[in-house]
């Protein structure tokens, strides 16, 4: 059960790829491009937080101390969104940039990146529920619910499939957004998923509402709001990133990142942020 409840996202993915082989050529290749690089921040910083703090979770459930506990999963949103909501944004201004730099050489053209682009940002859209989905889920288990969270996943899951039938198939043709709905279909089913697991929590008492949590999400988003307006004025124009070659792709575009990973630093910091704010 537990491997369900935090692995729906990526059973809605196997669905999407098999009705994308029923779309044009190329939209299976475009969705796994797109959700190669959502995955990267979701695997190195969601599930290394989901996986520190369940062993954490199930000893203060067993110890019964619930505000140690509450703290724990409080600390474990806050860690989550410092990460979800910078990646979410420069992943959307940076998509053609990064897919250019990682994949557009050989048989990968001009359009097949802008493809690609198109349905990286409609993953992102989903982006902060993926990772809340991975720490929201070892509460439950940590209180030895299994059950909880395979429903949530249950409902999600045929929400996607729903979902994907409203944006995808030719029924809806005032709506067909081909291999795009296919990946927004996703990105709306788990925020689905994120929000019934949230609320489950709050509904049992397990993360009372805090008023600080709407604090860090606010200095959070005018940082990433400093760092966006950057990289918008550094980019350099679409057309230039198909004529460059591989290095000055990657210089350009790690130019980009380290300027916009110090612009979001120091903003937090002239926002008040400081380093024992992240501290469990």
């Known amino acids: 059960p537990a491997l369900f409840g935090v692995s729906v996202s990526q059973i809605n993915l196997l669905l999407d790829t098999v009705l994308a082989s029923l779309l044009p050529t190329g939209s299976v290749s475009w969705l796994y491009y797109s959700d190669r690089l959502t995955e990267l921040p979701l695997g190195v910083f969601a599930i290394a937080i989901a996986t520190v703090i369940l062993p954490t979770l199930s000893g203060q459930r067993a110890r019964a101390d619930d505000p140690a506990f509450a703290k724990t999963l409080a600390w474990a949103i806050r860690s989550v969104l410092l990460i979800a909501v910078p990646a979410t944004l420069a992943l ?112 049992e008492a397990v993360l009372p509402e805090s008023p600080l949590l709407f604090k860090w999400i606010m200095q959070i988003l005018l940082a990433s709001a400093a760092m966006v307006m950057v990289l918008l004025w550094m980019m350099p124009e679409g057309a230039l990133w198909a004529e460059w070659s591989w290095w000055q792709r990657a210089l350009q575009l790690g130019v980009l990142c380290v300027s916009g990973l110090g612009i979001f630093a120091v903003s937090l910091l002239l926002l008040g942020v400081r380093a024992a704010d992240l501290r469990r």
């Open 92 to 203: 959307a201004v940076l998509a053609e940039p990064v897919l250019a730099t990682l994949f557009q050489y050989g048989a990968f053209s001009e359009g097949d990146r802008m493809m690609a682009a198109a349905s990286l940002r409609a993953y992102t859209l989903g982006l902060g529920a993926f990772m809340l989905i991975k720490v929201l889920a070892p509460g439950f288990y940590a209180r030895e619910d299994m059950r909880t969270p395979v429903r949530i996943g249950i409902i999600a899951m045929v929400a996607n499939m729903m979902l994907n039938v409203a944006f995808v198939l030719p029924l809806m043709w005032w709506l067909n957004l081909g291999h795009v709905g296919l990946a927004l279909a996703t990105s709306v089913s788990a925020w689905l998923n994120a929000t019934l697991l949230y609320r489950g929590l709050r509904r």
